[in-house]
C-alpha cells in the first residue's frame, strides 16, 4: 500500500492510494496525530511513557509547508512551524 497521488486541497490533504481508495485527511487531524516522540512521547525499556509538557499549538502548527518522501515507506511532513520530525509510514497515514 502506498501513495499513488498527494494534493493538498485547502486545508485538507488529498491521497490517492494505489488499491483505489481515496482519502481526505484535515491539515489539523494530520498534525496532532504527528508519531513523533517529542508530540508522542518515548518509552524506556521498562515501558515507562516520557512525554513534553503538552503546548498549545498556533496556526501555523497547522499549515503545510512541503511534504518529503522518507524511502518507499513514509511522508515526512514540514510544518509552518517548523516542525518536522515526524515520520508517517503509509499504514499509520492510512489509519489516520
Request: charged letters at 25%; aromatic letters at 10%.
Amino acid at each position: 500500500m502506498r501513495p499513488l497521488d498527494l494534493q493538498r486541497i485547502g486545508n485538507e490533504l488529498a491521497i490517492k492510494w494505489d488499491d483505489g481508495g481515496e482519502q481526505f485527511i484535515s491539515l489539523e487531524q494530520l498534525r496532532r496525530a504527528c508519531p513523533c516522540a517529542g508530540c508522542k512521547g518515548e518509552v524506556d525499556i521498562m515501558g515507562n511513557l516520557y512525554k513534553n509538557p503538552e503546548q498549545p499549538l498556533t496556526a501555523k502548527a497547522f499549515e503545510l509547508v512541503k511534504l518529503h518522501w522518507v524511502g518507499g515507506y513514509a511522508l515526512q511532513p514540514v510544518w509552518a512551524d517548523g516542525h518536522a520530525t515526524g515520520l508517517f509510514s503509509f499504514e499509520y497515514l492510512k489509519r489516520v
